[in-house]
């Protein structure tokens, strides 16, 4: 795989284009070579007499790593799940959520604080893991305000006593919820996000350097602790970590280049992703294709993509990306400004 990684940032320098971030899954594979990048940029940062940090050089070009976060908000709210969190003498827990969960689905009518959760968004049994929107839901703006209402109450219409520790779950489901706007804004414009200001492109006056800065402290602080009290930082805090540092790098990059708008929104796997959900889909549903049909699929999709689809039922939202070479243009010659036909 290292192998693999270097040839095709190789492959993308030569075209001209700026190589300046790999996006990746969590997965050991991708640890394990990424570990080794970086043992060996330490070593040469440390014999140039550079500072160092977390990114990685190849073939000359400075990388910075960018963990998935779709990816990382899952890695959390999975920990969740059976650990609490505990920042500080502050413990959330998710049992709290499922409390105030169960007394919204008490609630009759129109009235309820949480209508777009079900049992497949917070019962343990019956989450699907996979699915992003279902984990969004659950760490979101919504659901730490109505841990926070219920907050105001001794006790639950049953009479039973209300948690002590639903304000310090509603920060803790706030503070991701905020993390993972941050990391997703594209749009410079309020009237998309009202209400949102992270879930915006950032810019020199935008909120997320101060929130990245404060973000990265709490993360810091944090540790999942298990039922037997033994306390652990899980790889998606340290990942979280990485992830906001590269994207600070790259703001910096960016403005030394005079480019006064980021969109961490295209910073993700999506755009592969979607490719590989195209791949699954051709030919009815081929989902473990052989590497004889992968090819064959990918050259077909190189031509008929160029009309490109994204399917509601894939697990990431579509990328938005628009082609570099269009169908047209290989029938349309550009001639003193004007496009000609042959």
């Known amino acids: 795989m290292k192998e693999i990684i270097q040839q095709i940032v190789e492959a993308v320098g030569s075209t001209g284009l700026l190589p300046v971030a790999l996006c990746c899954d969590q997965g050991t594979a991708f640890q394990a070579v990424l570990k080794s990048f970086q043992e060996e940029t330490r070593r040469h940062q440390i014999l140039s007499g550079d500072r160092t940090d977390e990114a990685i050089e190849i073939s000359g070009h400075k990388l910075n790593i960018i963990f998935d976060p779709p990816h990382l908000i899952k890695g959390i709210r999975n920990n969740f799940l059976t650990k609490n969190i505990k920042f500080g003498e502050e413990i959330s827990k998710w049992s709290d959520i499922v409390d105030v969960y169960k007394m919204d689905c008490n609630t009759i009518g129109d009235t309820k604080l949480l209508p777009k959760l079900n049992d497949e968004h917070v019962m343990l049994g019956k989450i699907k893991k996979m699915k992003v929107k279902n984990c969004v839901r659950v760490l979101s ?11 105001n109450f001794s006790h639950d219409v049953h009479g039973n006593k209300v948690s002590q520790t639903l304000k310090n779950t509603a920060s803790t489901i706030l503070l ?10 594209a749009s410079t414009s309020h009237k998309y996000h009202k209400g949102k200001n992270l879930r915006k ?5 935008s909120e997320h350097h101060t929130f990245w800065q404060d973000a990265i402290k709490k993360l810091n602080e944090m540790k999942f602790v298990d039922l037997r009290g033994r306390e652990s930082s899980v790889p998606s805090i340290k990942n979280w970590i990485v992830t906001i540092k590269s994207l600070q790098r790259l703001w910096q990059f960016f403005n030394q280049k005079n480019v006064k708008i980021m969109r961490p929104r295209y910073f993700n796997t999506d755009p592969i992703e979607n490719f590989f959900g195209q791949v699954r889909a051709y030919n009815f549903r081929n989902n473990d294709p052989d590497c004889y049909t992968f090819a064959n699929t990918f050259k077909t999709l190189l031509i008929t993509g160029f009309i490109k689809f994204h399917n509601p039922t894939f697990n990431c939202e579509d990328d938005e990306a628009a082609p570099l070479l269009k169908l047209k243009n290989l029938f349309e010659k550009i001639s003193g400004g004007a496009s000609k036909r042959f």
């Open 141 to 151: 703006h919504k659901v730490a305000q109505a841990l926070n209402f219920a907050a």
């Open 176 to 185: 991701f919820d905020k993390l993972f706007d941050s990391v997703n804004g």
């Open 201 to 205: 492109a950032v810019t020199a006056t």
